[in-house]
């Protein structure tokens, strides 16, 4: 039997384990972020809850529009 190419529950449950986990990643680091550092109004809570609903784009979303709205010391 050929069994080269063949991908079974066990590899598609991994796979999909490791895609979470890295997906994880960046929406941790995205609110550490917005907590530790200050922002103008209300910003600092819309930008949690942005994040936290929308996961991955809203960490995304955060890092590339959200860092710019920090207030600097």
């Keep these: 039997m050929n069994y080269i190419g063949m991908v ?3 590899q598609i ?3 999909l384990g490791v895609i979470l986990t890295l997906g994880f990643i960046p929406t941790i680091i995205a ?3 917005i907590l530790k550092n200050k922002f103008e109004g209300n910003n600092k809570i819309v930008w949690v ?4 609903f929308l996961n991955l784009i809203g960490a995304i ?3 590339t529009i959200g860092k710019k709205q920090k207030i600097k010391n």
Excluded at 49 to 52: A, E, P
């Design 13 to 15: 449950m991994l796979i």
């Design 61 to 63: 979303l955060y890092f």
């Design 49 to 52: 809850l942005i994040v936290l």
């Design 8 to 10: 079974g529950p066990r």
């Design 31 to 33: 609110l550490i972020d």
